[in-house]
């Protein structure tokens, strides 16, 4: 994430709580300046419009989903174990209090229009997900990488659902042991 201004900063941070707590229709412009402790002009010059800053959101949480599975999936050096780091700290993650659920299945939902630019990043950030489950699969040696990909995108997806709706101690709490299953089947 490049370098914000103070204000610029405090707005970011603000609508990224919200956001990720409550939704993004929920919180008006209103609530972002008032909560952030600017004036609503101030909120405008830095962001034109809450699709913007939506925007910036998004591309701030794929820059952070990226960082976290880079860092916990180096600690295997084979593809298998890699895709099994991920889904083992997804688990962790859904588990916590902190979990509410997936910015871009959550965005998604909230903008079904496919044309909504908020869809288009989250579509995006999925594509790339997919991608890269889909290579580390084949590289696992999986007879069939795409489904493999399909499935892992489904149960990530999942995951991230039950975590929203279920809270911490939801049916995510059995999500390694499932991506386990679903990839060593299809090493077979």
Known sequence: MTTKSAPKDKVFRTAAQLFYRHGYRAI?????AAKAGIGKMTLYRHYPSK????????KDSDEMFWEA??????????????????????????????SHGCPFLNVAAEYPEAGHVGHQVALQHKQSVR???RELAGAAGAKKPDV???QLVLLMDGAYMAS???GPQSPASHLAAAARTLIDAALE
């Open 164 to 166: 929203r709706v279920f």
């Open 51 to 58: 699709d913007d800053l939506i925007t910036a959101y998004l």
């Open 131 to 133: 991608a890269r489950f």
């Open 28 to 32: 008006g412009v209103d609530t972002l």
């Open 148 to 150: 493999l990909a399909d």
């Open 69 to 98: 599975f880079e860092k916990v999936t180096q600690k295997s050096a084979a593809p298998r174990g890699k895709l099994l780091a991920f889904f083992e700290a997804l688990q962790e993650y859904v588990g916590t209090p902190a």
